[in-house]
T-cell receptor, first 117, second 114 residues
Framework: AQKITQTQPGMFVQEKEAVTLDCTYDTSDPSYGLFWYKQPSSGEMIFLIY??????QNATEGRYSLNFQKARKSANLVISASQLGDSAMYFC??????????????FGKGTKLSVIP | DSGVTQTPKHLITATGQRVTLRCSPR?????VYWYQQSLDQGLQFLIQ???????AKGNILERFSAQQFPDLHSELNLSSLELGDSALYFCASSVKQGPYNEQFFGPGTRLTVL
């Protein structure tokens, strides 16, 4: 079964510094996708970034980049120049096609990031 | 504001009851996704509809069902409720059929089963 692991329950980072949130995944399927979502304390879920397993380049969206290391099965999120508004829970997720056009979507348990002024 | 609306915001009910959660996607979005977030299970994908048809099923219990109507709004029906069904239920929408793109989430419906 596919599995997503986020080993850091909580992280602290100084404002304006960069931070890396870890995510490892486990699948033997060569075709998959990886997502990162942000959930502030207000509760809403915000899509951040997507990386496909066949994408040649690491995905980037503004201050967010995904450090995709296929051989190590890791998809770490890098946030550059942290801001106070980055304090939130961050979830990594993996998607796998499972035949007949359907798919499985599995989430990690999340990492709580706190940005210190 | 993502443009996705969910009603009600909060719902308190008793075990054994049935409830309906409603979601209106962003204008122009054809796909609707439902998710459950609970302390025990974390975040789980439940089901996706695209233009009225079921597209993919996740960890959705048989007691739960969903549908997407011709006006593209969607409803998630939860029946024979148990204490463990207490959770935050999110709806999300996207333009495309496939899930490999940005989804816009609603504010969620917090369900409490007593």
């Amino acid at each position: 079964a596919q599995k997503i692991t986020q080993t850091q329950p909580g992280m602290f980072v100084q404002e304006k510094e960069a931070v890396t949130l870890d995510c490892t995944y486990d699948t033997s399927d060569p075709s998959y996708g990886l997502f990162w979502y942000k959930q502030p304390s207000s509760g809403e879920m915000i899509f951040l970034i997507y990386q496909g397993s066949y994408d040649q380049q690491n995905a980037t969206e503004g201050r967010y980049s995904l450090n995709f290391q296929k051989a190590r099965k890791s998809a770490n999120l890098v946030i550059s120049a942290s801001q106070l508004g980055d304090s939130a829970m961050y979830f990594c997720a993996m998607i796998l096609l499972v035949g007949a056009g359907s798919y499985q979507l599995t989430f990690g348990k999340g990492t709580k990031l706190s940005v210190i002024p | 504001d993502s443009g996705v609306t969910q009603t009600p915001k909060h719902l308190i009910t008793a075990t054994g009851q049935r409830v309906t959660l409603r979601c209106s996607p962003r204008s122009g979005d054809l796909s609707v996704y439902w998710y459950q977030q609970s302390l025990d299970q974390g975040l789980q994908f439940l089901i996706q509809y695209y233009n009225g048809e079921e597209r993919a099923k996740g960890n959705i219990l048989e007691r739960f069902s969903a549908q997407q109507f011709p006006d593209l709004h969607s409803e998630l029906n939860l029946s024979s409720l148990e204490l463990g069904d207490s959770a935050l239920y999110f709806c999300a929408s996207s333009v495309k059929q496939g899930p490999y793109n940005e989804q816009f989430f609603g504010p969620g419906t917090r369900l409490t089963v007593l």
